[in-house]
């Protein structure tokens, strides 16, 4: 059995519940008081103490509104022309999104990790040993998401556990359970997968045609990571979101870097061989 | 960003922009998450570019004193000079790794399990694997020396430790060493980094050895060591191979393309251009291609060294720079450019 989240981006209202929610379950400490500058979101982006993160992305369809606004119709949706010959198509679209790790199918943190502190649970999560890990931030620069990092004053690697302690206890992720609107899902990914197809059916049905699941083997969870376990609905390009549309395994190549390089190691004994010759 | 952001909320001719999303934003064109990295650099400081640079001459010193002994090429001053090297690099290179690690105190994690896929974990393992051997080789030097004084485990060592055996044995392991360190950096999802697989480790092991040539050819002229022979094929195999590293790294370059950029950069280009290309290649080069001599050999190993750590720096803070530029992760990430696994070797 294997257990994930589905976040619906398109019913997320961006109220921050999960990200309070996480921090207090378990016990993360804060990240300071930065403002960004750029929008409501302070928290920028995941790190070993920051499991959610909500994105907001301002979006708005219509970008000029010209003439004599009635902000009275705007406000009420009205789509008829407007006194001035203002255009609009309502307030446009304010995009949040709950970022969290992707649990991947073939995880680049776990293949990374040296000393086997990152397992893959009973749940067929990806998870860290607290107990093993020894910091040795191989792990970051791995992971093709930017979710892991080292935690300051601390010195080990910290993600999303997807509430490794709740779901032995038999309870849903501390996020899920906050989350007021249920744009986090938690469950077994099988139900998830088709519940997001589902999902994405109706919203294409309403017209929003934009709208697909990011984390498949298609898109998100591409290049030998084969998929996640973490799925998202999304309505723009995944770079809107800060996510990537074709991550890969970087282990992929591994194989082939050691065959290159013994072909080289091979060619260098052989030119320091030939230097022997008088 | 707080300029941009003022402009366009209210433009000049009286349009009125809400929004600084890089869509809607007619001065920001680049498609990411207000400019904040996708990816986590590494937190590698600099323990891990003088580790990357003493494993390679290990690795190098090694390969020489191998081939060297295969042709039957005797010579003590080279021998000592190599046995020491080895165990010297090998003796300062865990020093800095655990020095690095978050938890210092659980470095022997390290070796809990042997995971092939993790070039950390294989690195670890050939680390340990070539400083043992390599010690018991130097051990065996030390008595022959007679730095062990003349006791029973002296006479143990020299009876007990066939180093011309372990001499060859150890060569794979320390050659993983040497080409290894590049793979490690590859296998990440840093652009500049991971586009270059193929040719990672190569040029690191091609590099380690310049070093190791240089480090031998530097000592040996130093301490005014060595048979006249030993100093002619090392000024040979210098030479030739500062032609091949030049070689890999311009192949490299080709291979990166636009994801070479952070070299050229205006941090990391004195440590690149100027450090490697122009006073870890072309300087050494230009002085050991003329008349030979004492004091122009001895400049050029100290180009060569000095070039080869420069080439170590340059790669890891260009690194760092590539992980913090979206705009980079994301083309990369894009389709073509990744490692697919498709891909042929």
């Known amino acids: 059995m294997a ?48 499991w959610r993160h909500v994105a907001f992305i301002e979006n708005p369809k219509k970008r000029r509104l010209t003439g004599d606004v009635d902000l009275v119709a705007l406000a009420e949706d009205v789509t008829e022309p407007l006194p001035g010959g203002a255009e609009l198509d309502a307030l446009g679209r304010w995009a949040f999104m709950s970022d969290v790790c992707k649990h991947c199918v073939e995880a680049p943190c776990q293949q990374a990790c040296p000393t086997g502190s990152i397992i893959r649970n009973e749940f067929d999560n990806v998870y860290i040993q607290p107990d093993i890990c020894n910091g040795c931030g191989y792990c970051v620069p791995a992971c093709p998401y930017g979710v892991i990092s080292q935690v300051p004053h601390d010195g080990r690697a910290f993600k999303c556990t997807l509430c490794y302690d709740r779901q032995r206890d038999g309870l849903e992720p501390a996020c899920a359970k906050a989350c007021p609107t249920n744009s986090i899902m938690f469950g077994e990914v099988e139900d998830l997968k088709q519940l997001a197809e589902e999902r994405v059916q109706e919203l294409h049905d309403k017209g929003y045609t934009q709208a697909y699941v990011w984390g498949t083997p298609e898109v998100g969870g591409t290049g030998g990571i084969g998929g996640n376990h973490s799925k998202f609905i999304l309505m723009d390009e995944p770079e809107s979101y800060n996510l990537p549309k074709h991550p890969f395994l970087p282990q992929e190549k591994v194989k082939g870097g050691v065959i290159a390089s013994a072909v080289a190691a091979g060619v260098l004994g052989a030119v320091v061989a030939l230097a022997f010759r008088d | 960003m707080s300029e941009a952001t003022s402009e366009s909320v209210q433009q000049s001719n009286g349009k009125v922009e809400t929004s600084h999303h890089p869509e809607t934003d007619p001065k920001r064109k680049d498609k990411n998450y207000y400019g904040i990295p996708p990816i986590k650099r590494a937190h590698w400081t600099w323990q891990i570019p003088i580790y990357f640079w003493l494993g390679g001459i290990g690795a190098g010193t090694q390969l020489f004193a191998t081939v060297a002994q295969f042709l039957g090429h005797e010579d003590e001053a080279l021998k000592r000079a190599s046995r020491y090297t080895v165990l010297g690099t090998m003796l300062l290179s865990p020093i800095l790794l655990i020095w690095d690690l978050g938890r210092p105190e659980r470095f022997y994690n390290m070796l809990r399990i042997l995971k092939l896929r993790s070039p950390m974990s294989t690195q670890s393992w050939s680390l340990f694997t070539f400083g043992n051997l390599g010690g018991l080789i130097a051990a065996r030097q030390a008595a022959e020396d007679g730095l062990l004084g003349d006791n029973p485990l002296s006479r143990l060592v020299l009876r007990l430790i066939p180093a011309r055996l372990l001499t060859v044995l150890v060569l794979p392991f320390g050659l993983f060493v040497g080409f290894n360190t590049g793979n490690l950096i590859s296998a990440t999802s840093v652009p500049i980094w991971a586009r270059n697989w193929m040719l990672m480790g190569p040029t690191f092991l091609t590099s380690g050895l310049s070093t190791a040539l240089s480090w031998l050819s530097l000592v040996l002229h130093l301490g005014r060591w060595g048979e006249e022979k030993t100093l002619r094929v090392l000024h040979r195999a210098e030479k030739a191979v500062i032609v091949l590293e030049a070689v890999l790294i311009a192949l490299s370059l080709a291979r990166m393309s636009r994801w070479s950029r952070p070299l050229f950069s205006k941090e990391v280009a004195p440590l690149f251009v100027g450090g490697t290309l122009l006073g870890g290649i072309a300087a050494p080069f230009a002085l050991l291609t003329g008349k030979e001599s004492r004091s122009k050999s ?33 083309t990369f990430a894009s389709g073509e450019s990744a490692p697919q696994p498709e891909d042929k070797v």
């Open chain 1, 3 to 50: 257990t994930g989240f589905l976040t619906d981006t398109t019913v997320c209202i961006g109220c921050k519940a999960c990200e309070v929610a996480c921090k207090q379950w378990n016990q993360l400490p804060a990240d300071g008081y930065e403002l960004t500058g750029d929008s409501y979101d302070n928290t920028g982006h995941l790190s070993g103490t920051t």
């Open chain 2, 298 to 330: 001895v400049l050029a190993s100290v180009l060569a060294l000095a070039g080869g750590l420069a080439f170590r720096f340059a790669m890891i803070i260009a690194g760092r720079k590539s992980a913090d530029d979206p705009e980079a992760y994301f």
